[in-house]
């Protein structure tokens, strides 16, 4: 009897995963058409002109964050096989690197670039593009930050873990949104 | 347990692969943004990086793997 009550509530845990990741899927599915409607204002208002941007700057970012999803797969992949210690790393430096991101962002490419929000479309759609995206980031890392306190207090395991898969599939769409923002302020047109 | 450490050495091995071939794709786009090339070309660039993210960091497969009832 105790042993079908286990497989019970084992099952039924693994639906409640199932049903949490079909939630997230669909919420990262919403999601993707403010930065799709983004996407489709900046072709709509500067069609072939890109505005004047710091190059390796942009090339710098961009790695960063492609460097942080690996780190991010990483420590999910090390959680899912109890191997705690490589968890708590690769969180870490996905941390710091999505804090690093936000600086490169913000704190440099805000102050490089010679237009501001009010400086036409131009300005308005690369702060509207990037601080969006910067928000999600930020939210990223808070995010980041909780599962990183509680990992370190051994709150995960590799039986349960959805918060950090959680984590790590948001991680990675605030990525993949860059992939195409990437191009599309940096690469895409003429100066 | 030896299969555990074996799962958990491939996975972390697929993922350094996958940081390669991002890295290499995000200089091809650099590449091609810098030479003025026709947009087309970095969107398909753009979306080949995206997809390898969704399929090996996102694992969209789980999704559907999970079927009605919590079995997998």
Redesign the interface.
């Known amino acids: 009897m105790s042993s079908r009550s286990s497989s019970l509530a084992h099952?039924?845990?693994?639906?409640?995963?199932?049903t949490n990741?079909?939630g997230l899927?669909l919420f990262i599915v919403s999601d993707s058409f403010v930065f799709g409607a983004l996407l489709i204002t900046r072709f709509y208002l500067l069609g072939d002109r890109r505005p004047h941007l710091e190059?390796s700057l942009g090339?710098i970012v961009?790695?960063v964050l492609?460097?942080s999803?690996?780190f991010?797969?990483?420590a999910e992949?090390?959680i899912?096989?109890n191997?705690r210690r490589t968890f708590l790393f690769s969180t870490a430096m996905t941390l710091i690197l999505g804090v690093a991101f936000l600086v490169g962002v913000i704190g440099f490419e805000w102050r490089l670039a010679p237009f501001g929000p009010a400086d036409g479309a131009e300005g308005a759609i690369f702060y509207m593009m990037t601080g969006m995206h910067a928000f999600h980031v930020l939210t990223g890392v808070l995010f980041l930050f909780v599962v990183l306190r509680n990992g370190l207090r051994g709150h995960y395991s590799a039986e349960s873990h959805w918060a950090v898969e959680a984590a790590?599939?948001y991680w990675?769409?605030v990525?993949?949104v860059w992939?195409?923002f990437?191009?599309a302020l940096?690469?895409?047109?003429?100066v | 347990m030896k299969d555990h450490d074996k799962d958990k050495t491939i996975a972390f091995r697929r993922g350094v692969v996958v940081l390669l071939a991002l890295a290499i794709l995000t200089a091809v786009e650099y590449w091609l943004g810098i030479s003025e090339t026709p947009a087309v070309f970095l969107w398909v660039v753009g979306l080949v990086k995206a997809v390898l993210v969704v399929w090996f960091f996102m694992h969209i497969g789980r999704i559907l793997e999970t079927q009605e009832g919590g079995q997998r």
């Open positions: 099952r039924s845990d693994e639906y409640q995963v199932g990741r079909l899927w190059q090339l961009t790695s492609l460097v999803s690996f991010m797969n990483r992949t090390a899912a096989h191997d790590a599939n990675h769409f990525d993949v992939i195409f990437y191009p940096y690469l895409i047109g003429r």
